[in-house]
């Protein structure tokens, strides 16, 4: 497996324990003693990314909320995705997942006020590739107030394994920001 990070800042070593539920509880902790909430934008990870933070007790006083755009259009009818990006380069690409971190923070408002923290997953679980670009490549995307960050990722594996690797690389990447 190969990783390539890009960021207008620098990256932190990951923290991971390996551990997802570990990790998660970790993460949102962090994001708890900063006063800080959490959207999470999904579309390769289907909903496997919030249920592993769903599934810390407590995790109702930091997550916000989640949304899986799966298909193409809801990345921008939902999450505010740019359509000339979507219909240039389609789903799977670096600003994609940046603009749905983004965008989630501010689909789960509450009183105009947007999450602190945005976590988005796109990418090619396989078998095959719509598009032509490689099986496993993932890209994580992050947006704080601050920064945004996207982590470009060249996974191996089948279907599964590319989908649970993707959440615990989403996971390492969130406690790198928090």
Do not use: C
Request: proline share 5%.
């Amino acid at each position: 497996m190969t990783e390539e990070a890009r960021s207008a800042g620098e990256w932190r070593p990951y923290a991971s324990t390996g551990d997802a539920a570990q990790d998660a509880a970790v993460a949102l902790e962090r994001l708890r003693a900063r006063g800080w909430t959490l959207g999470i934008a999904e579309s390769l990870t289907g909903g496997m990314l919030a249920a592993a933070l769903i599934s810390v007790p407590g995790a109702s006083a930091t997550v916000r909320g989640a949304i899986v755009a799966y298909a193409t259009p809801l990345k921008h009818s939902l999450l505010g995705v740019d359509a000339a990006l979507l219909a240039e380069h389609g789903a799977v690409h670096p600003e994609v997942a940046r603009q749905m971190a983004d965008g989630v923070r501010r689909a789960v408002a509450i009183d105009g006020r947007p999450a602190e923290v945005g976590i988005a997953t796109t990418g090619i679980a396989g078998p095959d590739s719509p598009d032509g670009q490689p099986v496993g490549t993932v890209h994580i995307g992050m947006s704080t107030p601050d920064d945004s960050r996207v982590l470009t990722l060249q996974l191996n594996g089948d279907r599964a394994t590319i989908r649970s690797e993707s959440v615990g690389f989403a996971l390492g990447a969130l406690l790198s920001i928090v």
